[in-house]
């Protein structure tokens, strides 16, 4: 399992700032660090009548980091994420993930639909910041099939070689509270990795959950969640320090229940 980049979301930053009265003293700073080069993301729900975007721009190094969402000025109806791309790299370099987002604008899109977006991009950083997650990402068109993603993806994030997976069958589709839909892929590493490779841009650390205590229903935790009014159930399990939760944790609920279905 792979352990996001990305703490806790601080605070959210429009494109204009203005200081009044004298500055004594400027605040110490870090010491600047590496930024990395900036990367694209898709922060809407696969099935979004518009795919929107943000820029990410992270430091160099493991994280997790605070993230700042960035929103350019135009009033709604001008601008674009590109305008907010030197403070989004200085952030990056004093220790920041800067979230750099776009949104539809006026007139195309009548307000509140900028707010919406804005509330879109904070919903999918308070889903992803610093979780445990299973490799995983949007099928690409070369893909060919979703477990031909789920290879791609593992290599890509951990460095698990294709050709030690054997694909043993998929789980049902999940579909998740930001509006994404996830089809688990089901496979047997027979000889893994005596090291992992986590990608340094997505991954701060690989860790292995005991298959026996995965398999176990009796070891998740029901909880709920409370969202707009509504308490939304959820299954937690605790590993070493490791908050599991989420989709994470219902998909090997949802794995445990099908193995314990079938007496295995």
């Given at each position: 399992?792979?352990?996001?980049?990305?703490?806790?979301?601080?605070?959210?930053?429009?494109?204009?700032?203005?200081?009044?009265?004298?500055?004594?003293?400027?605040?110490?700073?870090?010491?600047?660090?590496?930024?990395?080069?900036?990367?694209?993301?898709?922060?809407?729900?696969?099935?979004?009548?518009?795919?929107?975007?943000?820029?990410?721009?992270?430091?160099?190094?493991?994280?997790?980091?605070?993230?700042?969402?960035?929103?350019?000025?135009?009033?709604?109806?001008?601008?674009?994420?590109?305008?907010?791309?030197?403070?989004?790299?200085?952030?990056?370099?004093?220790?920041?993930?800067?979230?750099?987002?776009?949104?539809?604008?006026?007139?195309?899109?009548?307000?509140?639909?900028?707010?919406?977006?804005?509330?879109?991009?904070?919903?999918?950083?308070?889903?992803?910041?610093?979780?445990?997650?299973?490799?995983?990402?949007?099928?690409?068109?070369?893909?060919?099939?979703?477990?031909?993603?789920?290879?791609?993806?593992?290599?890509?994030?951990?460095?698990?070689d294709p050709q030690q997976v054997n694909v043993i069958?998929?789980?049902?589709?999940?579909?998740?509270?930001?509006?994404?839909?996830?089809?688990?892929?089901?496979?047997?590493?027979?000889?893994?990795?005596?090291?992992?490779?986590?990608?340094?841009?997505?991954?701060?650390?690989?860790?292995?959950?005991?298959?026996?205590?995965?398999?176990?229903?009796?070891?998740?935790?029901?909880?709920?969640?409370?969202?707009?009014?509504?308490?939304?159930?959820?299954?937690?399990?605790?590993?070493?320090?490791?908050?599991?939760?989420?989709?994470?944790?219902?998909?090997?609920?949802?794995?445990?229940?099908?193995?314990?279905?079938?007496?295995?």
């Open positions: 399992m792979k352990v996001g980049l990305l703490g806790c979301i601080i605070v959210l930053l429009s494109a204009c700032v203005s200081v009044s009265g004298p500055v004594d003293k400027v605040p110490d700073l870090p010491a600047p660090q590496k930024a990395l080069a900036p990367q694209r993301l898709t922060y809407t729900a696969d099935d979004a009548p518009t795919p929107l975007q943000a820029i990410v721009t992270r430091p160099a190094g493991a994280g997790p980091f605070p993230a700042v969402v960035l929103i350019h000025g135009g009033g709604w109806t001008g601008g674009a994420p590109d305008d907010m791309a030197p403070l989004a790299e200085r952030l990056a370099q004093q220790g920041f993930v800067a979230f750099n987002m776009a949104y539809r604008l006026a007139p195309g899109a009548r307000h509140p639909a900028q707010i919406n977006d804005v509330a879109t991009a904070l919903d999918y950083l308070r889903a992803h910041a610093a979780q445990v997650s299973f490799p995983g990402g949007r099928c690409d068109a070369d893909d060919g099939s979703c477990a031909a993603t789920a290879l791609r993806e593992a290599h890509e994030e951990v460095g698990l069958g998929f789980l049902d589709d999940f579909p998740t509270l930001s509006g994404f839909r996830i089809t688990p892929v089901v496979g047997h590493v027979a000889n893994p990795p005596t090291q992992w490779r986590p990608a340094p841009d997505e991954v701060a650390e690989v860790f292995e959950l005991p298959l026996a205590m995965a398999l176990d229903p009796d070891n998740y935790t029901r909880k709920t969640l409370s969202r707009d009014g509504i308490e939304l159930p959820f299954h937690e399990l605790a590993y070493q320090g490791h908050r599991i939760w989420g989709a994470t944790a219902a998909l090997l609920h949802m794995l445990a229940m099908e193995v314990h279905a079938h007496g295995r």
